[in-house]
């Protein structure tokens, strides 16, 4: 006797096909669109999608998380200083105090847990997708991003002719840590102006990066270590509560400026 419901294999190619399309047709217009899926990007999408903040995260790898799994020097263990531990609590994620104020904690562990924060609370995500370039508005606001798939920039040139496809949103997240590629491309555009993440410093680089958390241009806020390659600021290696902290300030901006925009329209 079978074990499973009897399905052929067009079904599961069906349903896959069915159920990217509709979800890629949905969110061809996001509230906000936040590009990079690492402990920033996450921990934004979480407090945004937790309020019903339509969200899409776009992500260039085939996995979520950038460093939070790996830690330090291959180690997978990540270290926040307080009080970023308190966002492990509120994810659920076990640690140690290694030192006053100094906790670690197992990277996969807390690196599942937000993802799983994140996804609980209704942010989508668009994987193996590269950021390509910006859509600019009037009074040259961030709308959008332009995307392709990531492979394609590996392909012999001689058959890369593959047209990126446009999103829309009403806010725009960089996310792509040192990278900063919305702000590098906005750079290209001369709209910007980055100046490149400093040395390390850790003492002065976590509370630098959520203090200059924001919008960097109307349509645009930036956060984690994108906001060291936008000033200058020092870089913090594997301590990442600067970086969740900023997510969360990331977070904070994107729903004043929504709200304000609902005021403006004469929405409730």
Not at 8 to 24: H, M, N, P, W, Y
Not at 81 to 86: D, G, M, T
Not at 127 to 134: L, R
Not at 206 to 212: G, S
Request: glycine residues 12%.
């Amino acid at each position: 006797m079978a074990l499973f419901h009897a399905i052929d294999e067009k079904d599961v190619t069906r349903a896959i096909v069915s159920g990217f399309l509709k979800q890629f047709e949905e969110y061809a217009e996001s509230d906000v669109i936040i590009v990079g899926g690492g402990p920033s990007g996450l921990m934004a999408g979480k407090e945004l999608a937790s309020r019903g903040v339509k969200t899409l995260i776009v992500e260039r790898n085939n996995y979520l998380g950038g460093g939070f799994w790996i830690g330090g020097y291959l180690m997978n263990k990540v270290t926040l200083r307080a009080p970023a531990q308190q966002a492990l609590d509120e994810l659920g994620v076990p640690y140690e105090e290694a030192r006053e104020g100094l906790y670690v904690a197992d990277g996969p562990h807390a690196c599942s847990k937000l993802i799983a924060a994140a996804c609980d609370a209704g942010c989508r995500f668009a994987n193996m997708t590269i950021f390509e370039d910006v859509v600019i508005r009037e009074g040259n606001r961030v709308a959008g991003v332009v995307i392709n798939w990531t492979p394609i920039v590996s392909l012999p040139r001689e058959i890369t002719c593959v047209d990126p496809v446009a999103i829309e949103s009403r806010m725009v997240v960089d996310s792509t840590g040192h990278d900063a590629c919305v702000l590098s491309k906005l750079e290209e555009r001369g709209l910007a102006e980055t100046v490149g993440y400093g040395a390390m410093w850790v003492e002065k680089s976590e509370d630098l990066i959520v203090e200059h958390t924001g919008e960097y241009m109307p349509g645009l806020v930036i956060t984690g270590m994108a906001v060291s390659t936008a000033y200058g600021l020092p870089r913090m290696g594997p301590t990442f509560g600067g970086m969740l902290l900023s997510g969360k300030r990331a977070a904070e901006v994107v729903l004043a400026k929504l709200s304000q925009e609902a005021t403006a329209a004469g929405q409730p």
